[in-house]
């Protein structure tokens, strides 16, 4: 069992909204062709930051961010997290700022905004809405969490999980109880007696019914109950899933493996080993790497240059060592391990393995899965950036400011650099919208913005956020 990932939450946050007209839905894929270009941006950007909170959410033990100050345990604010690291560009007067309102309505045309919804002092969701052309016009409103007694039992969850369970595997040499109720760490309490001790009622409390009653052993069923379940191999308990139920029985909004704050790094150093291997791959023309330590891609960068800078990023906490991962199948306690997938001789995808406590019991598990439509805009991304420095480098170092219009000394657009006249076609809507001049509006464009000293190049994916959004600058 593994995590969400971000894009899997994105498109689930997608269709939580029923309908699909403009007023309830507004990011429904059938209804985005209907957007003009800027309101096509400010959804992008809208689906973007959503990506980069959910993202900061996994780094950051499940919380949201409630501000630009705000950091993941790397270190990371969400601007960090967006692509390149830096804001969006506000499509109607083009300055990166987005998203430039926190923790209030947005109004000014083509802004972006993010509201953190908590409970119980939590960050633990959040509302982002867009402005379209006209100040005050909303025309994408993305939230997740739907009510307050849904915030509240997510919270309850979260301190479950960070409280109760936490204290008591801190002081059981990192094991699991198989109850909840009656299991005894080493200072004689249980994980109810630390949520007790911690949070009194606040954790205890059906925030639907007011029954002392949460947590439970079990699967959540009732409305507002929350439920721990043991993960047993053989009689040894190696994990849990956590569970909470809605305002209908059986409704669950909560559905995840609860983690111990060493499995916990073992997820994160899987994670980051993927989001360094697709960064690799994206400036490698879409191939990944036979060897961890010394492949380099087409820039000349190893993958460890692509590992975050923080310190602990790699930290393995059974065994006290910093070590980076390793090639094959992980098989020794807290190791990470990647394994490339070859398909005709060619590395185009990644078997990603992380172990727990115990050798060669395997916690996650990570597979290369992104759509073919998605392959195909990565991919477009890279060879359109490749051609783009070929035609520079053959007209004197200055860049083409429209691709398929400006021509070289050698009388070569970058279109004609290309080598496929299909990278034209858009992989989502299967026109001829695959690379056009401009920014990147809808699902499968890539954008291509030239100024004779540098470029951009932008493309968002088929779930309708920016995947790519790459500049480059020369001083001349």
Not at 28 to 34: E, I, L, R, S
Request: proline share 5%; with cysteine.
């Amino acid at each position: 069992m593994t995590r969400n990932i971000p894009a899997i939450l994105l498109i689930t946050a997608m269709s939580m909204s029923s309908g699909c007209d403009r007023e309830s839905n507004p990011t429904c894929p059938g209804n985005v062709q209907h957007l003009s270009r800027i309101e096509a941006q400010v959804l992008a950007n809208c689906l973007t930051v959503q990506a980069a909170a959910e993202e900061f959410a996994f780094q950051n033990d499940l919380v949201y961010p409630g501000g630009w100050g705000d950091c993941t345990r790397m270190g990371e604010t969400l601007c960090d997290l967006l692509p390149g690291g830096v804001l969006l560009k506000n499509p109607v007067i083009l300055c990166r700022i987005e998203p430039s309102v926190w923790g209030g309505d947005p109004w000014c045309p083509g802004q972006t905004s993010i509201e953190p919804i908590q409970a119980f002092g939590l960050n633990v969701g959040y509302t982002i809405q867009g402005i379209g052309e006209e100040s005050g016009d909303v025309i994408s409103t993305i939230t997740s969490v739907h009510s307050r007694y849904e915030a509240e039992i997510l919270a309850q969850c979260f301190l479950l999980e960070s409280d109760g369970l936490l204290y008591y595997m801190q002081n059981k040499d990192d094991e699991y109880p198989r109850d909840i109720d009656t299991d005894v760490n080493l200072e004689g309490k249980t994980v109810l007696d630390y949520v007790s001790d911690i949070w009194g009622g606040m954790g205890r409390t059906n925030v639907l019914t007011g029954e002392l009653s949460e947590p439970r052993n079990g699967t959540a069923s009732d409305p507002g109950s929350i439920g721990y379940s043991p993960v047993m191999d053989g009689d040894v308990v190696v994990g849990c899933i956590i569970t909470a139920a809605g305002e209908r029985p059986g409704d669950l909004i909560v559905n995840r493996e609860g983690l111990s704050g060493y499995d916990l790094n073992v997820h994160a150093g899987c994670h980051y080993l993927e989001q360094a291997l697709l960064t690799f791959a994206w400036r490698n023309d879409m191939i990944f790497p036979d060897d961890l330590n010394g492949d380099a891609d087409l820039t000349g960068r190893t993958l460890a240059e692509y590992y975050p800078n923080a310190y602990g990023a790699f930290y393995n906490q059974y065994t006290g060592i910093h070590s980076n991962p390793v090639m094959g199948t992980a098989d020794a306690a807290g190791e990470v391990a990647y394994t490339p997938v070859s398909m005709d001789g060619v590395n185009s995808g990644y078997i990603i393995t992380g172990v727990g406590k115990y050798p060669g019991h395997i916690i996650v598990r990570h597979e290369y899965g992104l759509s073919e439509a998605d392959k195909s805009i990565y991919y477009t991304g890279a060879v359109l950036r490749t051609a783009a420095e070929e035609f520079a480098e053959r007209n004197g170092g200055v860049y083409a400011v429209d691709f398929d219009k400006d021509e070289n000394l050698d009388s070569h657009t970058i279109l004609n650099l290309l080598p496929s006249i299909r990278l034209l076609v858009n992989p989502v809507s299967s026109r001829r919208t695959g690379i056009i001049n401009g920014r990147a509006s809808y699902p499968g464009e890539t954008g291509y913005v030239g100024w004779g000293t540098g470029y951009s190049i932008t493309s968002i994916n088929e779930a309708g956020y920016y995947i790519i959004d790459y500049n480059r600058r020369t001083t001349q």
